[in-house]
């Protein structure tokens, strides 16, 4: 094995740089049996941090740290040496955390470990880099993003709806117009006012020892000095009722999401109370929660149906909650995945009955006994490596949690009463306030059926039994009370222009 460490390679590092990051700023997870080491580099900036006019710098800052070259190699250079090391690096930029991560074995951390300082300290932020990673962005939104994943434009159009007027109320990802703007001064100057040693919290894992810990601090303390301000908490006020944005899009099917703000984040008892709540509605790709089974188990409408109560980027790929996207600001939210367009209206009056009988009504104690089980047991799945274990820890470190929020997630779900849920829900969940996204064809004629509230029955090639066609009649009449001023139709060509 090589030889990592060593005093004098730490006492050069000390004396080369400025102050090192404070040790309260380290989060450390030791495993002595294990083979490598995860890092992880959180850096309190992120979209909500996008100067107006620039948005999408924040997410092009982090790609220039770990998509582009440095001030030693070039970025095909990096890729060639990081190859015969089998490791590599990458950033997750959110909207409040930008996380620069990577893992490698230990015998190959030092020469690992040159290459992702060099990264994050020197970066070369060259012209050629910021062309083809702006350009690689722009194609997301103007190709992909419009054109080749309905789901995700109706949750990210979701979002800019709900905070609009906020920090968070833009695509992190930028505007085309935004991102065209942005320069490499613009870059250099962002990385040098967020990108500081008062900025960062140290995230490091797995079979490392306390001299590379020190180590890190010091050399990170080549960052510049300085504690940028914090963006203030999204507060986002909605107009009361049901609004409504289509989004024209020649499409065979028909995307849905709605949602609406919550007062409450990870944390406070009665968060994970209205997890339960959530889980038993529509925990993500669980084939036996609530939607999944009256939407798509029952009726067949689609291929799956779920509810969130914290964001989940990148939901599509992802099968489980994800760590290092937290934000002071949640909203629940309800995901139909495409429908037939022949059954839209119908699986949007399905979903939102739903969610109002819940509100209403709470838990039946059998869901509640059978989903607190389940999270009991499941919340074991969300953390079973070290790079992941030492992820949730650094979000416990954002929320204030003390201990860890896993582990209390799994305490909890032995005590949480029933009657807990049902208070969390109905606090959170009675909200007279509902944005909805519809990412469909033909809208004008959508827009006219919710408007004139008229009923949207429902045929099937095969028959269903005699409950399922009764409450079909409840479903296709259930109310959603839309004038025409609560519909909006945009094209699909005209969003995330500027």
Do not use: C
């Given at each position: 094995?090589r030889?990592v ?10 004396l ?7 040790a ?6 030791s495993?002595a049996?294990?083979p490598t080491?995860s890092?992880?580099?959180w ?5 909500q ?5 620039k948005?999408?710098?924040a ?5 220039m740290l770990?998509?582009a ?21 990458d950033?997750?930029?959110?909207v409040e955390?930008t996380?620069?991560h990577?893992r490698?074995h230990k015998?190959?951390?030092?020469e690992?470990?040159?290459l ?5 300290v020197r970066?070369?932020?060259k012209a ?5 990673l702006?350009a ?6 103007e190709?992909?993003?419009?054109y ?9 159009v979701?979002?800019d709806?709900?905070y ?13 117009k935004?991102?065209?703007s ?6 250099r100057?962002?990385?040098r006012e967020?990108?500081?040693r ?7 894992g ?11 601090r ?6 510049p000095?300085?504690t940028p301000p ?7 006020r909605?107009?009361p ?8 899009k020649?499409s ?9 703000p919550i007062?409450?984040v ?8 209205l ?10 790709r669980n ?12 009726r ?16 599509g ?17 309800v ?11 119908f ?9 109002a ?10 869901g509640?006994?059978?989903?607190r ?5 499941y919340?074991l799945?969300?953390?079973?490596t ?11 470190r954002f ?7 896993l582990e ?5 779900m032995g005590e ?23 990412v ?6 959508l827009?006219?059926a919710?408007?004139s ?8 090639e ?7 066609m ?9 109310p959603l ?13 005209e969003l995330?222009?500027?």
């Open positions: 094995m030889r460490l060593g005093v004098a390679s730490l006492l050069v590092s000390t080369a740089w400025g102050a090192p990051v404070p309260d700023d380290v989060v450390e997870l495993v049996n294990d080491v890092f992880r580099l850096f309190k900036v992120g979209s941090d996008d100067p107006p006019g948005e999408g710098l997410w092009l800052t982090a790609a770990t998509e070259s440095t001030q030693k190699n070039s970025y095909e250079r990096i890729v060639d040496k990081l190859f015969p090391l089998a490791a590599s690096y950033s997750t930029a959110g955390m996380v620069i990577g490698v015998d190959n951390l030092d690992y470990y040159r992702l300082l060099d990264a994050v970066p070369a932020f050629e880099d910021l062309e083809r702006r690689e962005r722009l194609s997301f939104i190709n992909t993003l419009r080749a994943s309905d789901e995700e434009l109706g949750k990210a979701l979002y709806k709900i609009a007027g906020t920090p968070y109320g833009h695509l992190g990802m930028g505007t085309v935004a991102l065209k942005i320069t490499v001064d613009d870059v100057k962002f990385h967020h990108y500081t008062d900025n960062v919290v140290i995230g490091i797995g079979g490392h020892d306390a001299k590379l810990v020190s180590r890190l010091a050399d990170l303390g080549a960052l000095a300085g914090v963006a203030p908490k999204p507060a986002p909605l107009p009722g049901i609004k409504v944005t289509l989004v024209e020649d065979a099917s028909t995307a849905i999401s709605a949602g609406f007062d409450v990870r944390g406070p008892r009665e968060w994970y109370a997890a339960i709540a959530n889980s038993w509605l529509g925990e993500h084939s036996s929660s609530h939607l999944y089974q009256v939407i798509r188990e029952i067949g409408l689609n291929y799956g149906d779920y509810s969130y109560i914290e964001h989940l980027p990148n939901a790929r992802a099968g489980r909650s994800q760590p290092n996207a937290p934000r002071r600001s949640q909203i629940f939210e995901w139909i995945r495409p429908v037939p367009n022949a059954t839209r209206l699986a949007l009056r399905a979903a939102l009955r739903e969610v009988n819940l509100a209403r009504n709470g838990m039946d104690l059998e509640f006994e059978r989903t089980s389940f999270l009991r047991k919340v799945q969300y953390a079973t070290t790079m992941e274990r030492l992820a949730w820890a650094l979000d416990d929320y204030g949690i003390e201990g860890s929020h209390r997630f799994r305490t909890l949480i009463s029933k009657d807990e849920v049902d208070a969390a829900v109905k606090k959170h969940l009675r909200s007279p306030s509902m944005r909805v996204v519809i469909t064809k033909d809208a004008a004629a827009r006219e919710l408007i509230g008229a009923a949207s029955p429902i045929s099937y095969s028959p269903k039994p005699p409950a399922v009764a409450e079909d009649k409840e479903i296709a009449s259930f009370k839309i004038s025409a001023s609560d519909v909006e139709v945009v094209k699909v060509e995330f222009q500027e």
